[in-house]
């Protein structure tokens, strides 16, 4: 009798536990679906990927057209459009500007023989901008290299001299519009240099369609000997005399090849090295608000362990 009163009591009490597991599982299922709606539910701004906010939106029932789900689903995909665009876009500007970069100091080291040294080297000869009187009293025309070792025009400047015209002027520092209107016996005027050497301009040299020698030969050689001209003569040398000068030019150009070059360039890295360089990026969006959103405030930590505690009475 005792064992048969130990059975009864065993089977009656088994159907009790099934029932407080399945409310215990109710609860808990009551509390996840608590705690995923205070999450945002089908907030596109808190879920990453179409994927998962139809997956979060098809937990909550039948997704109809219409509703919210529909709405973030699409909003998403706009912008992963809109992110992909500008992907793009930022990779067709770098290649741009790494270009732009490479090609600007390539540029800078081009024009440093060509405009750049001539240009200082012209500020520093002090040419008189006020055209004085010369005159050619020699032109010589030679042939070969040795007999070349000095040119009044020679088109371009790193190519040898096998042709070369050599012409030598006296010069006075008279005016040359003040001789026009009253000209001088050449016979009887003081000049200031005799014989020096006549430059076409201040490094002797100059490239195509600017400079052609054989219009210069022809414009100061054997037909003119003894004709005054106007000339430019150094006031740091005084031996130098060019034909051709101008300060606006000469300065125009200078500023010209040092600024746009550096300029490019400098923006070229600057923007290079704020979308690419993290320590760029830190340093320039470096701010107060940064650290708001990294560290939770005060008012968040009480409503977190608030939300725990109901979670707990759950």
Sequence with gaps: MKKSSTITTTTTSMPTSPTLSTQTLSASKMSLSSSSSRSGGCNPGSISGTGSIRSSCQSHGPIRPGSGCVDAIKAKREEIEID????????????????????????????IPFVVDPAISTIIADYDPVPVTCVVIDHIY??????????SCREGCTSSLTKCHQLFVNYTRIPFSEWEQNPRDLERVNWDVSYTKFLINSEGCGYPPTTNCSVFARQYGFSH?????????????????????????????????LIIPNVLFAI????????????CEKACNKSSRVYAEKFPTKEDKLLCHSDEDDEMEY
């Design 142 to 151: 030679a042939e070969g290299i040795k007999n070349c070792s000095w040119s």
């Design 268 to 279: 070229s890295i600057g923007v290079l090295s704020y979308w690419y360089c993290p320590c």
């Design 84 to 111: 992909t665009i500008l992907e793009k876009a930022k990779f067709y500007t770098s290649v741009c500007l790494g270009t732009t970069a490479i090609l600007s100091v390539f540029t800078f080291l081009f024009l």
């Design 225 to 257: 000997i003894g004709e005054p001209f106007p000339c430019y003569y150094s006031r740091a040398y005084p031996e130098v005399v060019i034909g051709r000068y101008s300060w606006e030019n000469n300065l125009y150009h200078l500023v010209l090849s």
